[in-house]
């Protein structure tokens, strides 16, 4: 029988240890990011960036400033790090729509027009931290669809928040950019060590999880 999306769902979890010797294929590395990629946002602004972490060097260098997840960050094949516009430019949003109505999405808008969206869009979230707030969500988002891609693929992860996006911002030069770490996912093989992969998944039940009017 072919691997169904509840199979998938059933078969991952969140690894707590990495078999260190172990690659992703770079084809099966390239889907999951493209998974990402093509995950879907608030308006299509896609608020954030994918950063792949590739090398050992780095992620040796992020371990001490990822709390409790240190071994896995050491341990894992890439670790990617979803990041966050840390405010929203006119200027980036009306490069938004220009590329929406260049793909035939909108109508093509004047530079008042653009303007005056942006205005509108903004004052839904006047306040900076509004405006980082639903790009996280839109990031969180892009993680759930990476962590069903990776599963479907049969790719190992976990999920962290346990980390100083502070400390990540700097050392990956994301604050130069305009972008602030949100949440980050190590990827790789799990390690036949990982106790883990032997626990039963705990879930509420349907019939507490699911309400039905
Ligand atoms: C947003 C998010 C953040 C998480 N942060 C961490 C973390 O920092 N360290 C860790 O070991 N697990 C972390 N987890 C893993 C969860 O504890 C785990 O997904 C949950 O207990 C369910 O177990 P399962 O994924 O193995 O089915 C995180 C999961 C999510 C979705």
């Known amino acids: 029988m072919d691997r169904t999306v509840i199979d998938a769902l059933n078969w991952r979890y969140a690894v707590k240890q990495f078999d260190a010797d172990a690659t992703i294929e770079p084809e099966k590395l390239a889907m999951l990011i493209e998974s990402a990629r093509l995950s879907p946002s608030s308006a299509g602004l896609q608020p954030y960036r994918l950063v792949v972490v590739e090398t050992r060097e780095m992620r040796e260098r992020l371990a001490p400033h990822s709390m409790m997840n240190a071994e896995k960050i050491k341990s894992a094949s890439s670790l990617l790090v979803l990041a966050i516009y840390s405010q929203l430019s006119a200027e980036t949003f009306q490069t938004h729509l220009n590329n929406m109505a260049a793909h035939g999405l909108i109508p093509a808008l004047s530079e008042d027009e653009a303007a005056e969206r942006y205005k509108r869009f903004m004052t839904r979230m006047p306040q900076e931290n509004d405006f980082r707030q639903w790009a996280h969500k839109q990031a969180y988002l892009a993680l759930g669809t990476l962590l069903c891609a990776a599963a479907m693929l049969g ?59």
């Not at 790719?155 to 030069?173: H, N, Q, R, S, V």
């Not at 106790?195 to 349907?206: D, F, L, N, V």
């Open 155 to 213: 790719i190992d992860a976990c999920p962290m928040e346990g980390f100083d996006a502070k400390e990540y911002d700097t050392m990956l030069g994301l604050s130069a950019l305009g972008l602030t770490s949100s949440v980050i996912l190590a990827v790789g093989k799990r390690s036949p060590q990982d106790p883990g992969q032997h626990k039963t998944k705990y879930r509420r039940a349907s019939s507490v999880f699911v309400l039905k009017k």
